[in-house]
């Protein structure tokens, strides 16, 4: 029996018209709510000129592949990701283990190309292709006590070698309010550059939360929650000083170590041309209610 790729479920669904998805959008929709033009919204999603696949593939943060940017490509293509099962727990009536195929039997594919900062200091403009998480959660029907939703990779110390080793707790655990999750920004993804998701960029389901710090885009996702409390995230308990639960970007908030003005953009030059960090991460107009009154330097 020929193994079925995810690529192979909704192939047409890869070769999606980008103009016709930017134009028919929610978040699109949402931008012009905002005062927006249509072309300034259009502009504004569209004017990313997105880095090389060799770059996207080859600088990578995968902890449970290696610490280095380059471990994640060496070590990570043992990974098995066929078959892949998805838990569904928590305040939800949907509770069970699910099938990936069945999950995206049902998902019209777009593409999305975000900017992704990552806490270091470094960035890079990636062309997502996937689905936004509401469609999965309005599927998973959480109850109304559901105030956030907690995401855990998979653990596999035999073909993640870096899970061998102690620098995090594993499995690796990601959280988000609620609100967070059902924003139309916020995205699963399945693949890059219209072709299925390398295992080094978190295939085969990984989070896309383009306004936060990269570590809260979790990766080779095994397991969703619904919780009524806060769910704890593997670097705000590795560390709890130096990286918070919300993790927005923010160029006023520095890291206790080093400054969060700028970036290094990955592949512009030899040393790296710096540019400056926008407020979440540019996408403050599609995302800026959700903080409105926080103490952003409190809740970093
Ligand atoms: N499970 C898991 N997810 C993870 C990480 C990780 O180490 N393990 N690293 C995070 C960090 S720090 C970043 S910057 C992004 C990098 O995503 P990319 O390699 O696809 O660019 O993945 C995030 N997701
Ligand atoms: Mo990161």
Not at 108 to 120: A, F, K, S
Not at 132 to 161: C, G, H, S, W
Not at 172 to 200: H, R
Request: contains cysteine; charged residues 25%.
């Amino acid at each position: 029996m020929k193994k079925l790729k995810y690529s192979d479920i909704t192939p047409e669904n890869y070769y999606i018209n980008r103009r016709n998805f930017i134009a028919g959008s929610a978040v699109f929709s949402s931008m012009i709510a905002s005062g927006l033009t249509q072309n300034e919204a259009e502009a504004s999603i569209s004017q990313l000129s997105p880095n090389s696949l060799q770059e996207i593939t080859n600088y990578n943060n995968f902890y449970e592949f290696g610490t280095s940017k380059t471990d994640p490509a060496k070590y990570s293509k043992k990974l098995t990701t066929i078959p892949w099962q998805l838990e569904v727990d928590g305040l939800t009536n949907k509770k069970g283990i699910f099938d990936l195929e069945k999950i995206l039997n049902n998902k019209q594919l777009e593409e999305r190309i975000y900017r992704l900062r990552c806490v270091e200091g470094w960035s890079m403009v990636i062309p997502w292709i996937g689905f936004p998480l509401k469609k999965l959660i309005d599927q998973m029907d959480p109850k109304n006590e559901a105030r956030y939703v907690a995401f855990e990779t998979l653990y596999r110390p035999d073909e993640m070698r870096g899970q061998r080793y102690k620098i995090l707790d594993w499995p690796y655990v990601e959280g988000l309010t609620i609100e967070e999750a059902m924003n139309p920004l916020t995205f699963l993804a399945t693949g890059l550059y219209g072709k299925e998701l390398p295992n080094q960029n978190g295939a085969p389901l990984r989070l896309v939360v383009p306004w936060k710090y990269g570590f809260k885009s979790i990766k080779s996702i095994v397991k969703i929650s619904f919780t009524s409390e806060q769910p704890k995230t593997t670097w705000s308990a590795a560390n709890p000083r130096e990286y918070g639960f919300f993790s927005n970007v923010n160029p006023n908030v520095d890291h206790p170590r080093w400054s969060q003005a700028t970036e290094r953009v990955i592949g512009e030059g030899l040393f790296g041309q710096r540019r400056k960090t926008e407020m979440f991460n540019g996408y403050e107009k599609e995302v800026g209610h959700l903080y409105k009154g926080m103490d952003l330097k409190k809740h970093y």
